[in-house]
């Protein structure tokens, strides 16, 4: 069973359920994403957080006839969306279900930050391995997996250098971002965290993964 890797010839997505389902979620991610500006509590910190958003939910609606994402791919995109919104509404920091786990296991921080990277590689990892199972020669490959890995862990290099521009931009305004909560280390767990999504990701999800893939319109059987 094979995924054709040329999803510029693509038919559009047929009817039915497995159109429903994304725009459900985008649905759901948009009025998620409207009521958190309500009431959130750094402007500057929900605009910050929330911007992948912003942006990426047009690009996949924009790109959805020519390039359709996976069924599994659209659900885990917008889980992490909506872990976005929630971390940009309350700021990392603050954030209550992260405050009742803090209580519940005696921990001396929020843990809503570290789960936020966690996802950071969770996601991004069947988001690269989709985008190298269908429009390059990897599928298949046994450096896919590792080269998904890799480039999650670069995305959240950046992602800290971003923060770290923040900081020395926004000086102690933008410390609800950054939400270290006076971890000198804050950087490296962060980076470590993606690091353990992502390997957990592809270890759990890449065969569930490849099924998925199978049922987009331009999927092929030998």
């Known amino acids: 069973m094979a995924v ?17 389902l994304p725009a459900v979620l985008v649905a759901v991610v948009a009025a998620a994403l409207m009521a958190s500006a309500w009431g959130a509590k750094d402007p500057t910190t929900w605009l910050l957080e929330t911007v992948w958003v912003m942006v990426g939910l047009p690009l996949a609606i924009l790109l959805r006839r020519r390039f359709p994402l996976s069924g599994l791919l659209c659900g885990l995109l917008a889980v992490h969306a909506l872990v976005l919104i929630v971390g940009g509404h ?4 603050e954030v209550p279900a992260g405050d009742w786990v803090r209580d519940w296991f005696g921990l001396e921080r929020n843990p809503y930050d570290r789960f936020g990277h966690l996802m950071q590689g969770f996601v991004p990892a069947i988001l690269v391995r989709e985008l190298l199972v269908r429009t390059s020669p990897l599928r298949g490959s046994r450096w896919l997996a590792p080269l998904a890995v ?23 305004a933008a410390d609800a971002f950054l939400a270290t909560q006076g971890d000198v280390w804050d950087t490296q767990w962060d ?3 993606a690091l353990i999504g992502a390997t957990c990701s592809l270890l759990l999800l890449s065969r569930l993964h490849d099924r998925s893939l199978t049922r987009l319109p331009f999927a092929a059987k030998d």
Do not use: H, K
């Open 4 to 20: 054709n890797p040329s999803p510029s010839d693509a038919p559009s997505v047929p009817g039915g359920t497995g159109r429903r």
């Open 90 to 93: 309350y700021t990392y920091a």
């Open 150 to 172: 890799c480039a999650c862990l670069a995305f959240s290099a950046v992602f800290e250098m971003l923060e770290w521009a923040a900081a020395v931009i926004g000086g102690q």
């Open 191 to 193: 980076m470590f965290c």
